[in-house]
């Protein structure tokens, strides 16, 4: 028996793979390869050494410089993979250069575009209000001041402007007219009205084409405007106005044939910069292409590059600066593999001496790997969702099912008490036993670490807690099964701890259960303390005995059977805090005992499930199949059948699958692995190319 | 609510409070500080940088940076995380919001108009704004001739509007000018800032009295430091200093007499907060001021940090990204300049 549970405490299927702490010696000019082989194995986490926060800033920075200047200085020629890279660098960077040309010229061009368009247009729009304001200046002068009224509606200006275009219509009057954007044109408006008080005539015209932005690439909607006005120091100042706004002005001369001659320039010349616009686009498109063929490629090696330099910064110097060393994790079962590969960089880089890897003593907890394929995965992944495993611990559980019951109950009056009684009494058996597994799985876990204090202290008292309370409560449940008895259970635990002495009368179920349950409660009193105070004491005293070892010089570091170090004390070598211990182990059994209750009526919800889930599909069945079938219509018939296999697909299938699993989940999360699941591990994380891929992404 | 901001507050303010908290949480630690001034180029500084919440904005800088560059990067995180918290505020918090932005209009303006009267370039000085002080008709101000037109043609529009009320004068504008418009504004400013919090009430009121008061309190000591020697009178300057603070009435008056630092010196030294400031300082020395002043204002802004349920938290956390930013700049100066001896000298550490 005991071999037995030797070989079950192994359980090496549920079990993380053993992780070694190891260390790398490796010489500066083998690092690159090294490194860049280990991450292509993925085997292997380099313990952040930045975390470990003991290397002081100084030396790291010291140390980035070092292997910075190691790659570009030819003091170190071995480094020729980087060669690769740096041909990378020239041609990425020629690529570069030769793209930003090509954008600035194609962006000189827009501007050219944009601009020769938008003086066709002011031609176009503004040349028309001249023309009409020139030929006929009375029908004009009455067109703009209908404008002015029903744009603008400022009465007393109009008039004026009226007034003053009558009296300056040959000689002072000037106007200027340019393009703006449309959403700044009523603020610019306003603003003009402001600046030169009211002594001006705007008048504005849609552009009717869409003018590409060439900063933001996108198309705004312009406003054609010509300003009427006199005076010198206004045109100053609408000039300004202007600049602010980012308003451009155009010259539209007077006369109508200089206009048409202009518009026809403007024209040619917008014609023949499209073309040259178009193949510029094309050859920039071309050029485009051909770095996206190899841009996938690129991106990967400068990740790894990458990766391995982050990789390369975590190493510490040693103290001759020729070796870098590292310190790190790795699967026990992949050493080998990640040997060879130390071994094929040492050899690709014609190094002289071989990388040296040697597997230390871990005083950390180690991370945590489990080994998955593309099924285990996904439940591995719920776990994790969880917590990590503390290294190595115990997972992966199903909750199990299928019963039957006699169908002659089906419909009787006394259907409900009855399944809901079995119901219940068949939860808390199955809640019972999934407790006691997780307790007894506890126990492996406490056998692996090696931790005798945890099954004295902690695995005993909390079975014997458990089953003289509620393990007595399934068996008293089993032998009114099994009897047929008409005791009532619930009076029975009650007056367990109410009066445990008094005559049980009626609900007695077997001889002697007076004395038994005396004995029982008083076992789970006992267990109460006996899971509190010893563990914090015997914790202190072996602390006190190391401490006391230490002033001795630690001769022999063997001198303790690790099987009788408790695993948490190894790990708080450094200090030892007894109230926080305490307080722990306080937290530990109070949230046990009361747990033990609570999980225990937590698994009535899974008679709650039943009864929804039964009660549910009786209300489909009978309310609206049934009832539709009553009828002899085939249209209602129809109606019942669609809504009855709508709500069975999708209410009772759907949404009730959805919360079973959600319940069993959480039975398993917390019911069952509380028991023995600490997920305070950290996962491991492998330097790997592919997971630093995958990152990227 | 006053009084009972706890049971109300998360209503319209809780998500928003979670977010500056957040973002608070995300300024450069000791660390942080420790690893940039150890940088030798600027370069550094962005691989620094990176591993930050600045990295997303320095990441596609093309490799030889500029002192600029980076406090422009750094400023649009700002500006970024300012915007998306004016767009998530409901009323009051969105006005307590944009009142904080009134400072750097204040200042945007000032610049415009400088600017234009030494005839520079308004593009140039628009580049040179704060983008937390924009709007829309900001380059018009370079029209203006004088205060009236600056309010008449501009500034009607924008929020500061009312605080022009006690500076429009026909005349022309000029340096002096200018100044005395600055503080008039930024008095008239900070008063009704400071009224609106009032208006608040509960724990806003409280603390963002004390934040104020002592923005209004160091702008008295600069104002008083900066106006010795100048043709300022003393009725005139008094008029510049805030109608509230620990200052004030009777700190005010003993300021407005002052005739040089020493003086000021005394002045302060009767009021303890300001005590410890000034006993940082030798005598007749007013060029570490400023750090003393901005060393407790740090203090007393991460102090709004420890109080829930009020809008105190948005006010610090833009002053302390602000000045993270400063120093920043500062940082980046010395490392580009190569005078990494005097990269202590300005830099304000948040803790």
Same mark, same amino acid.
């Given at each position: 028996?005991?071999?037995?549970?030797?070989?079950?405490?192994?359980?090496?299927?549920?079990?993380?793979?053993?992780?070694?702490?190891?260390?790398?010696?490796?010489?500066?000019?083998?690092?690159?390869?090294?490194?860049?082989?280990?991450?292509?194995?993925?085997?292997?986490?380099?313990?952040?050494?930045?975390?470990?926060?003991?290397?002081?800033?100084?030396?790291?920075?010291?140390?980035?410089?070092?292997?910075?200047?190691?790659?570009?200085?030819?003091?170190?020629?071995?480094?020729?993979?980087?060669?690769?890279?740096?041909?990378?660098?020239?041609?990425?960077?020629?690529?570069?250069?030769?793209?930003?040309?090509?954008?600035?010229?194609?962006?000189?061009?827009?501007?050219?575009?944009?601009?020769?368009?938008?003086?066709?247009?002011?031609?176009?729009?503004?040349?028309?209000?001249?023309?009409?304001?020139?030929?006929?200046?009375?029908?004009?002068?009455?067109?703009?001041?209908?404008?002015?009224?029903?744009?603008?509606?400022?009465?007393?200006?109009?008039?004026?402007?009226?007034?003053?275009?009558?009296?300056?219509?040959?000689?002072?009057?000037?106007?200027?007219?340019?393009?703006?954007?449309?959403?700044?044109?009523?603020?610019?408006?306003?603003?003009?009205?402001?600046?030169?008080?009211?002594?001006?005539?705007?008048?504005?015209?849609?552009?009717?084409?869409?003018?590409? %932005?060439?900063?933001?690439?996108?198309?705004?909607?312009?406003?054609?405007?010509?300003?009427?006005?006199?005076?010198?120091?206004?045109?100053?100042?609408?000039?300004?106005?202007?600049?602010?706004?980012?308003?451009?002005?155009?010259?539209?001369?007077?006369?109508?044939?200089?206009?048409?001659?202009?518009?026809?320039?403007?024209?040619?010349?917008?014609?023949?910069?499209?073309? +040259?616009?178009?193949?510029?686009?094309?050859?920039?498109?071309?050029?485009? +292409?051909?770095?996206?063929?190899?841009?996938?490629?690129?991106?990967?090696?400068?990740?790894?590059?990458?990766?391995?330099?982050?990789?390369? $910064?975590?190493?510490?110097?040693?103290?001759?600066?020729?070796?870098?060393?590292?310190?790190?994790?790795?699967?026990?079962?992949?050493?080998?593999?990640?040997?060879?590969?130390?071994?094929?960089?040492?050899?690709?880089?014609?190094?002289?001496?071989?990388?040296?890897?040697?597997?230390?003593?871990?005083?950390?907890?180690?991370? +945590?790997?489990?080994?998955?394929?593309?099924?285990? $995965?996904?439940?591995?992944?719920?776990?994790?969702?969880?917590?990590?495993?503390?290294?190595?611990?115990?997972?992966?559980?199903? %909750?199990?099912?299928?019963?039957?019951?006699?169908?002659?109950?089906?419909?009787?009056?006394?259907?409900?008490?009855?399944?809901?009684?079995?119901?219940?009494?068949?939860?808390?058996?199955?809640?019972?036993?999934?407790?006691?597994?997780?307790?007894?799985?506890?126990?492996?876990?406490?056998?692996?670490?090696?931790?005798?204090?945890?099954?004295?202290?902690?695995?005993?008292?909390?079975?014997?807690?458990?089953?003289?309370?509620?393990?007595?409560?399934?068996?008293?449940?089993?032998?009114?099964?099994?009897?047929?008895?008409?005791?009532?259970?619930?009076?029975?635990?009650?007056?367990?701890?109410?009066?445990?002495?008094?005559?049980?009368?009626?609900?007695?179920?077997?001889?002697?259960?007076?004395?038994?349950?005396?004995?029982?409660?008083?076992?789970?009193?006992?267990?109460?303390?006996?899971?509190?105070?010893?563990?914090?004491?015997?914790?202190?005293?072996?602390?006190?005995?190391?401490?006391?070892?230490?002033?001795?010089?630690?001769?022999?570091?063997?001198?303790?059977?690790?099987?009788?170090?408790?695993?948490?004390?190894?790990?708080?070598?450094?200090?030892? $805090?007894?109230?926080?211990?305490?307080?722990?182990?306080?937290?530990?059994?109070?949230?046990?005992?009361?747990?033990?209750?609570?999980?225990?009526?937590?698994?009535?919800?899974?008679?709650?499930?039943?009864?929804?889930?039964?009660?549910?599909?009786?209300?489909?069945?009978?309310?609206?199949?049934?009832?539709?079938?009553?009828?002899?219509?085939?249209?209602?018939?129809?109606?019942?059948?669609?809504?009855?296999?709508?709500?069975?697909?999708?209410?009772?299938?759907?949404?009730?699958?959805?919360?079973?699993?959600?319940?069993?989940?959480?039975?398993?999360?917390?019911?069952?692995?509380?028991?023995?699941?600490?997920?305070?591990?950290?996962?491991?994380?492998?330097?790997?190319?592919?997971? +630093?891929?995958?990152?990227?992404? | 609510?006053? *009084?009972?901001?706890?049971?109300?507050?998360?209503?319209?303010?809780?998500?928003?409070?979670?977010?500056?908290? *957040?973002?608070?949480?995300?300024?450069?630690?000791? !660390?942080?500080?420790?690893?940039?001034?150890?940088?030798?180029?600027?370069?550094?500084?962005?691989?620094?940088?990176?591993?930050?919440?600045?990295?997303?904005?320095?990441?596609?800088?093309?490799?030889?940076?500029?002192?600029?560059?980076?406090?422009?990067?750094?400023?649009?995180?700002?500006?970024?995380?300012?915007?998306?918290?004016?767009?998530?505020?409901?009323?009051?918090?969105?006005?307590?919001?944009?009142?904080?932005?009134?400072?750097?209009?204040?200042?945007?303006?000032?610049?415009?108009?400088?600017?234009?009267?030494?005839?520079?370039?308004?593009?140039?000085?628009?580049?040179?704004?704060?983008?937390?002080?924009? #709007?829309?008709?900001?380059?018009?101000?370079?029209?203006?001739?004088?205060?009236?037109?600056?309010?008449?043609?501009?500034?009607?529009?924008?929020?500061?509007?009312?605080?022009?009320?006690?500076?429009?004068?026909?005349?022309?504008?000029?340096?002096?000018?200018?100044?005395?418009?600055?503080?008039?504004?930024?008095?008239?400013?900070?008063?009704? #800032?400071?009224?609106?919090?009032?208006?608040?009430?509960?724990?806003?009121?409280?603390?963002?009295?004390?934040?104020?008061?002592?923005?209004?309190?160091?702008? !008295?000591?600069?104002?008083?430091?900066?106006?010795? *020697?100048?043709?300022?009178?003393?009725?005139?300057?008094?008029?510049?200093?805030?109608? #509230?603070?620990?200052?004030?009435?009777?700190?005010?008056?003993?300021?407005?007499?002052?005739?040089?630092?020493?003086?000021?010196?005394? !002045?302060?030294?009767?009021?303890?907060?300001?005590?410890?400031?000034?006993?940082?300082?030798?005598?007749?020395?007013?060029?570490?001021?400023?750090?003393?002043?901005?060393?407790?204002?740090?203090?007393?802004?991460?102090? !709004? #940090?420890?109080?829930?349920?009020?809008?105190?938290?948005?006010?610090?956390?833009?002053?302390?990204?602000?000045?993270?930013?400063?120093?920043?700049?500062?940082?980046?100066?010395?490392?580009?300049?190569?005078?990494?001896?005097?990269?202590?000298?300005?830099?304000?550490?948040?803790?």
């Amino acid at each position: 028996m005991e071999k037995f549970i030797d070989n079950l405490s192994s359980m090496d299927l549920m079990r993380s793979e053993k992780m070694s702490l190891v260390q790398l010696i490796i010489p500066v000019e083998s690092a690159h390869r090294a490194v860049s082989y280990l991450g292509e194995l993925g085997l292997l986490q380099f313990r952040d050494v930045k975390r470990c926060g003991e290397m002081s800033r100084k030396l790291r920075f010291f140390k980035y410089q070092i292997i910075k200047a190691g790659l570009l200085s030819p003091i170190h020629p071995v480094v020729e993979p980087d060669v690769e890279l740096e041909e990378l660098e020239i041609q990425l960077s020629e690529h570069e250069h030769e793209l930003i040309e090509m954008n600035s010229n194609s962006e000189k061009l827009r501007q050219t575009y944009n601009e020769l368009l938008e003086f066709k247009i002011v031609l176009l729009k503004a040349g028309s209000f001249l023309v009409s304001s020139n030929n006929h200046a009375v029908a004009k002068e009455r067109e703009l001041s209908e404008n002015v009224h029903s744009n603008h509606n400022y009465d007393e200006a109009s008039s004026l402007i009226e007034q003053e275009m009558r009296t300056t219509d040959q000689s002072g009057l000037r106007f200027i007219s340019g393009i703006i954007c449309k959403s700044k044109a009523l603020k610019f408006e306003r603003m003009l009205f402001r600046a030169t008080r009211g002594n001006m005539l705007f008048n504005q015209a849609p552009a009717g084409e869409e003018i590409m %932005d060439p900063l933001s690439a996108e198309k705004v909607e312009k406003t054609v405007f010509v300003v009427f006005f006199s005076g010198e120091q206004a045109r100053t100042k609408i000039l300004k106005i202007c600049e602010a706004f980012g308003a451009h002005c155009y010259p539209v001369p007077d006369d109508l044939s200089k206009q048409r001659q202009i518009t026809r320039e403007v024209s040619s010349r917008l014609s023949e910069l499209e073309v +040259t616009l178009d193949a510029g686009i094309r050859h920039q498109n071309k050029a485009l +292409t051909s770095i996206g063929y190899h841009l996938t490629q690129w991106m990967n090696m400068v990740g790894r590059e990458k990766a391995v330099y982050d990789t390369l $910064n975590m190493l510490n110097f040693d103290v001759t600066k020729k070796c870098l060393v590292g310190e790190g994790w790795c699967p026990i079962f992949a050493k080998a593999k990640i040997q060879e590969a130390l071994h094929r960089a040492t050899v690709d880089s014609n190094s002289q001496v071989g990388i040296i890897f040697h597997v230390m003593d871990a005083l950390e907890s180690p991370p +945590t790997y489990f080994r998955t394929n593309h099924f285990t $995965n996904a439940y591995q992944e719920i776990v994790d969702a969880y917590g990590d495993a503390h290294s190595s611990g115990l997972i992966k559980f199903r %909750d199990p099912y299928p019963f039957g019951v006699d169908p002659s109950w089906r419909g009787s009056r006394s259907e409900l008490p009855f399944l809901n009684s079995l119901k219940m009494k068949m939860s808390i058996l199955l809640g019972v036993a999934q407790m006691n597994l997780g307790i007894i799985l506890s126990y492996f876990n406490a056998r692996f670490f090696h931790n005798s204090l945890d099954i004295r202290y902690q695995f005993v008292p909390q079975m014997i807690f458990l089953n003289s309370l509620f393990g007595y409560l399934s068996l008293l449940i089993i032998i009114k099964w099994c009897t047929g008895s008409q005791a009532d259970l619930y009076h029975v635990m009650i007056y367990m701890f109410l009066s445990p002495t008094e005559d049980l009368g009626d609900n007695e179920l077997f001889w002697g259960q007076r004395p038994l349950q005396i004995v029982l409660l008083v076992l789970a009193l006992v267990a109460v303390p006996w899971m509190l105070f010893p563990k914090p004491f015997i914790l202190k005293k072996l602390h006190s005995e190391r401490f006391q070892g230490r002033n001795y010089g630690m001769l022999i570091p063997s001198e303790f059977d690790p099987d009788a170090e408790p695993g948490p004390a190894r790990e708080r070598q450094e200090e030892f $805090n007894f109230s926080e211990v305490f307080v722990h182990q306080m937290i530990h059994s109070i949230e046990f005992v009361l747990g033990a209750v609570s999980n225990t009526a937590s698994y009535l919800r899974l008679w709650a499930l039943s009864l929804a889930h039964s009660e549910l599909s009786t209300v489909f069945y009978e309310k609206v199949l049934l009832l539709a079938w009553g009828y002899d219509n085939i249209v209602i018939r129809l109606i019942g059948l669609a809504v009855f296999a709508f709500a069975t697909a999708f209410i009772l299938l759907m949404m009730e699958t959805l919360s079973a699993f959600l319940h069993a989940l959480r039975l398993h999360w917390v019911e069952f692995q509380n028991k023995f699941y600490h997920g305070d591990g950290y996962k491991f994380k492998p330097f790997s190319f592919a997971l +630093t891929m995958d990152d990227d992404d | 609510m006053y *009084g009972f901001e706890a049971m109300t507050f998360n209503i319209h303010g809780g998500y928003l409070e979670a977010i500056v908290r *957040g973002h608070r949480a995300g300024l450069l630690t000791a !660390a942080d500080y420790n690893n940039l001034c150890q940088c030798e180029t600027l370069d550094d500084i962005k691989m620094h940088l990176s591993a930050t919440e600045y990295g997303p904005y320095l990441q596609n800088e093309p490799s030889p940076l500029h002192t600029t560059t980076i406090v422009e990067k750094c400023t649009l995180k700002l500006v970024d995380e300012y915007k998306h918290m004016l767009c998530q505020a409901t009323e009051p918090l969105s006005t307590f919001l944009e009142y904080i932005t009134y400072g750097h209009m204040i200042d945007n303006v000032v610049l415009i108009v400088t600017g234009t009267l030494h005839e520079r370039d308004v593009q140039e000085l628009l580049e040179k704004c704060h983008p937390l002080g924009m #709007f829309d008709s900001i380059a018009t101000l370079a029209v203006a001739q004088n205060m009236r037109e600056l309010y008449r043609l501009v500034l009607v529009d924008t929020p500061l509007a009312p605080y022009f009320s006690e500076c429009i004068t026909s005349e022309d504008l000029d340096d002096m000018n200018i100044e005395i418009m600055r503080n008039t504004l930024y008095k008239a400013y900070l008063e009704d #800032f400071y009224k609106f919090c009032q208006k608040l009430g509960g724990a806003t009121a409280e603390i963002m009295s004390d934040l104020l008061s002592f923005e209004a309190d160091r702008r !008295a000591v600069n104002i008083t430091i900066n106006s010795i *020697g100048t043709e300022l009178t003393r009725d005139d300057r008094r008029k510049l200093y805030s109608n #509230f603070g620990l200052l004030y009435p009777y700190g005010h008056e003993e300021l407005a007499v002052c005739e040089d630092i020493d003086q000021v010196r005394s !002045a302060m030294e009767k009021y303890p907060p300001y005590q410890s400031i000034f006993s940082k300082l030798s005598y007749g020395e007013s060029q570490m001021l400023d750090k003393a002043f901005y060393e407790e204002e740090v203090k007393r802004l991460c102090l !709004a #940090f420890e109080q829930q349920f009020h809008y105190g938290v948005f006010f610090a956390y833009m002053r302390l990204r602000e000045q993270e930013i400063r120093n920043l700049m500062w940082i980046s100066e010395c490392v580009a300049q190569n005078q990494k001896s005097r990269v202590h000298d300005s830099v304000v550490f948040i803790f």
